[in-house]
């Protein structure tokens, strides 16, 4: 999927949520911040894109790989070595990092996932929500400046999902770094977002918080994207009753459906 006019500029600490349809671009931006675009996929390129302050034209993934670091959506595809210890340590080992180094990177990294218990392990033996969490360790090890994750929790079941998205949490609380997730849970994004970022055919159709990016839900809906339900139900709220609610969670719904009947006149409550 080519991406035409994307403008971006992400600080460090910042947690940003890429939506949108199928073939909108999502993997293909990911692909292009890892530097993956153009070094190993050919085609045109133009403009720059600048991760941690190396220019992805004039660095190799491999130089990159030590600023920005990239978790794929199958765990199974990332994951080669035959514990779950060894998995970890490879990224600094190919650093040529001292051996204390490495230990303390493989322990620390395991730690944040909740996953040093399974250090001797294979990774082949676990669960798809413990894949991803070695997956994410194996990125972590490397100490990166910017964390991209492409759709991590897809055909996970419920319980594996709720524990990636643990570890996201978090890493998000930490704010030492850059996190970017392409995610299709409108929940989630509304949940952890700083920013969303909508795609729609390789370039940015909207942008914001997610307060104002899930208000527009005719918008985002003509697009193909999925929005909370308690955005989507609030839309038809305020168009039946001339309300401006925008709530997101289902906290925050239930607080302007009871500020809405406190301001009803008695005889109407």
Same mark, same amino acid.
């Given at each position: 999927?080519?991406?035409?006019g994307?403008?971006?500029?992400?600080?460090?600490g910042?947690?940003?949520v890429?939506m949108?349809?199928?073939?909108?671009?999502?993997?293909?931006?990911?692909?292009?911040l890892?530097?993956?675009?153009?070094? @190993?996929? $050919? !085609?045109l390129?133009?403009?720059?894109?600048?991760? #941690?302050? &190396?220019?992805? +034209?004039?660095?190799?993934?491999?130089?990159?790989?030590?600023?920005v670091?990239?978790?794929?959506?199958?765990?199974?595809?990332?994951?080669f070595?035959?514990?779950v210890?060894?998995?970890?340590a490879?990224?600094?080992?190919?650093l040529?990092?001292?051996?204390?180094?490495?230990?303390d990177r493989v322990?620390?990294a395991?730690?944040?996932?909740?996953?040093?218990?399974?250090?001797?392990?294979?990774?082949?033996? @676990?669960? $798809? !929500?413990?894949?991803?969490?070695?997956a994410i360790? #194996?990125? &972590?090890?490397? +100490?990166?400046q910017?964390?991209?994750?492409?759709?991590?929790?897809?055909g996970?079941?419920?319980?594996?999902?709720?524990?990636v998205f643990?570890?996201?949490?978090g890493?998000?609380?930490?704010?030492?770094?850059?996190?970017?997730?392409?995610?299709?849970?409108?929940?989630?994004?509304?949940?952890?977002?700083?920013?969303v970022?909508?795609?729609?055919?390789?370039?940015?159709?909207?942008?914001g918080q997610?307060?104002?990016v899930f208000s527009?839900?005719?918008?985002?809906?003509?697009?193909?994207?999925?929005?909370?339900?308690?955005?989507?139900?609030?839309?038809?709220?305020?168009?039946?009753?001339?309300?401006?609610?925008?709530?997101?969670?289902r906290e925050?719904?239930?607080?302007?459906?009871?500020?809405?009947?406190?301001?009803?006149?008695?005889?109407?409550r």
């Open positions: 999927m080519a991406l035409r994307i403008d971006l500029q992400v600080e460090r910042e947690f940003i890429i949108g349809p199928t073939g909108a671009g999502k993997s293909t931006l990911c692909l292009a890892k530097g993956i675009v153009p070094h @190993l996929t $050919g !085609g390129f133009g403009g720059r894109v600048i991760v #941690a302050g &190396l220019d992805t +034209r004039q660095h190799s993934v491999a130089d990159l790989s030590q600023r670091g990239l978790v794929f959506q199958d765990p199974e595809s990332q994951l070595n035959t514990t210890e060894q998995e970890v490879f990224g600094p080992e190919s040529g990092l001292p051996p204390r180094e490495i230990a322990g620390w395991l730690e944040v996932v909740r996953m040093t218990e399974y250090r001797r392990r294979s990774p082949f033996q @676990l669960s $798809g !929500g413990q894949q991803q969490r070695v360790a #194996a990125v &972590l090890a490397m +100490r990166p910017v964390l991209i994750m492409d759709e991590p929790t897809a996970l079941d419920p319980v594996g999902k709720r524990e643990a570890v996201v949490e890493l998000r609380r930490r704010g030492d770094m850059a996190i970017i997730i392409v995610e299709g849970e409108a929940e989630r994004a509304a949940e952890f977002a700083d920013r970022l909508i795609l729609d055919r390789g370039t940015i159709a909207l942008q997610p307060r104002e527009q839900v005719d918008r985002l809906l003509s697009l193909g994207v999925d929005v909370p339900q308690v955005s989507e139900l609030a839309n038809l709220f305020n168009a039946r009753h001339g309300t401006s609610f925008q709530p997101l969670t925050e719904a239930l607080r302007d459906l009871a500020s809405y009947l406190k301001a009803l006149p008695a005889e109407i």
